[in-house]
């Protein structure tokens, strides 16, 4: 049965000489993979690689087989269409990061709408922004909200925030913990109200140190997760 969804695209690999699987972030099915058949063959389609672009905001119509992981993509319609997310350097590199790390973490196939509005909404925001250099890390943070594993704020200043447990404290709870300026540079955004041109990560060390320590975080309280390779590629392109 054709089936029709918004779906957000994470990456496509390579499948048998002329098909590819993509990886896609849909409104009404969560996480989904698609084989497009005949898209890296000479002949004429209705779907070119060039319309893959990670993070790009589609509408898309596909065969939803539920007995198949698989579903065949029939279809797709651009329907957000970016004016600077794949012509920017930096911001190339950004979205790269960003769909990786999604597709890393979205990895369960069960439907949230909110969560796809607000992928959505702050792409669109970005896209439309000149002030990104805080984006990827304030997106992240923000996500964990919609995963259910956001750090708990408080008012009172403390020496460290304990990974394992996701709580700020002076004294140390497990041996997972980070202190130092990264512990108030967390405690500064998560006290505001969120807004992506907040400027409190003001240097690179500052943006390193904080992506480094999220990745930390994701890895002990998301299932699966290991550290994007895009990291490193991230963190030099801002150095």
Not at 155 to 166: A, P, Q
Request: aromatic letters at 14%.
């Amino acid at each position: 049965m054709l089936t029709n969804s918004e779906a957000i695209i994470l990456g496509y690999i390579n499948y048998s000489e002329t098909s590819v699987i993509l990886k896609a972030y849909t409104k009404d099915f969560g996480f989904k993979s698609f084989i497009i058949k005949g898209i890296r063959s000479k002949k004429k389609k209705k779907i070119t690689l060039g319309q893959l672009q990670a993070l790009t905001i589609l509408d898309i119509e596909f065969n939803n087989s539920r007995n198949n992981s698989l579903s065949y993509l029939k279809n797709i319609k651009i329907i957000e269409p970016f004016s600077t997310v794949n012509n920017e350097i930096i911001k190339i590199n950004i979205s790269l990061f960003l769909a990786e790390f999604l597709s890393k973490t979205l990895k369960v196939d069960l439907k949230n709408k909110p969560l796809f509005e607000f992928i959505k909404q702050s792409l669109l925001w970005f896209d439309n922004s000149d002030k990104i250099s805080n984006f990827h890390l304030l997106f992240v943070i923000k996500l964990s909200y919609y995963l259910g594993i956001m750090p708990k704020h408080s008012e009172n200043d403390y020496l460290y925030f304990d990974i394992e447990n996701g709580v700020f404290t002076n004294t140390p709870i497990s041996k997972n913990y980070v202190e130092g300026r990264v512990v108030k540079d967390l405690q500064n955004i998560l006290g505001i109200k969120f807004d992506y041109n907040n400027n409190i990560l003001t240097n690179i060390n500052q943006r390193k140190d904080m992506l480094n320590f999220l990745i930390l975080y994701y890895e002990f309280h998301v299932p699966g997760f290991k550290r994007p390779k895009s990291v490193d590629i991230l963190n030099e392109i801002f150095s």
